[in-house]
């Protein structure tokens, strides 16, 4: 008799010893069989393509560190100009000019990071996706597998199928590296529009920090919408389609 662990009705983690005939696809077991002579070519080609998926993984968690690295350099580089350029000046017409220059660029600097960053974010799903299409490729040769691995089965929330969509909550997006450089961005523009006020001859002090923390507020509500839509509109194959894209038959 099989033996299971952790399952219930809606599915779950199965561990244990489990027949190939087991709750199994139909025609699974027989996969082997209908490749034939082919078996060594197709187990050759997915592992290859499965190295190239957790290569290009990587790749994306290397640029989003490298990117975020970045903006968090020019972020601390241009508050310790201001500082000096404060001193200097003693806060006067030539600090706030300084102000008005750098806190623009640097916000645009962030905008394109944090648009980069929720790309990066996309493709990584994809290429998670495509690697659990071959982990089934695997236990479709190898059903006698299953017992060893992680196999979550009937729980499309906790493991999206392709082009289902995810669902992550409003806290787990801002715990991205994509959601920190989206609040971080946000006090920038917040700090930038309360120095326009102050260069315009507001000098009452609850006036500028009011409106920056509302001009936040709002920032960081267009960052998480555009993450939220970027989610929301993701297709697998939209990913990387020159890596995906198959010529036809003849064609160059």
């Known amino acids: 008799m099989p033996i299971t662990r952790g399952s219930d009705s809606g599915g779950g983690a199965h561990y244990g010893d489990q027949g190939p005939d087991d709750g199994a696809e139909p025609g699974r077991a027989a996969l082997a069989d209908r490749l034939g002579t082919r078996l060594g070519s197709a187990a050759a080609f997915a592992t290859t393509e499965h190295f190239n998926l957790q290569t290009a993984r990587a790749l994306t968690v290397s640029e989003a560190n490298g990117r975020a690295s970045i903006y968090l350099a020019a972020l601390s580089g241009n508050l310790i100009a201001l500082a000096f350029v404060g001193q200097m000046s003693r ?9 008005l220059i750098l806190l623009p660029v640097l916000a645009f600097v ?8 929720v790309q990066s974010s996309i493709e ?21 597998l299953e017992p060893y691995l992680l196999v979550v089965r009937g729980t499309p929330s906790a493991t999206p199928l392709i082009g289902e969509p995810l669902a992550p909550s409003a806290l787990q997006l801002t715990l991205t590296t994509a959601g920190m450089v989206a609040v971080v961005n946000s006090v920038v523009v917040a700090a930038c529009a309360g120095l326009v006020l102050e260069a315009a001859g507001v000098h009452s002090l609850a006036i500028p920090v009011a409106v920056g923390a509302v001009v936040g507020a709002g920032a960081f509500s267009l960052h998480e919408r555009h993450h939220r839509r970027a989610r929301d509109a993701f297709s697998p194959e939209a990913i990387d389609r020159a890596a995906i894209s198959v010529p036809r038959a003849g064609g160059r």
């Not at 806060?91 to 102000?99: H, P, R």
């Open 110 to 117: 962030g905008v394109v990071t944090f648009l980069r960053l």
């Open 124 to 144: 990584d799903i994809a290429y998670a996706q495509r690697i659990a299409l071959l982990r089934s490729f695997y236990l479709r040769l190898a059903p006698e």
């Open 91 to 99: 806060l006067g017409s030539a600090f706030y000019a300084f102000a």
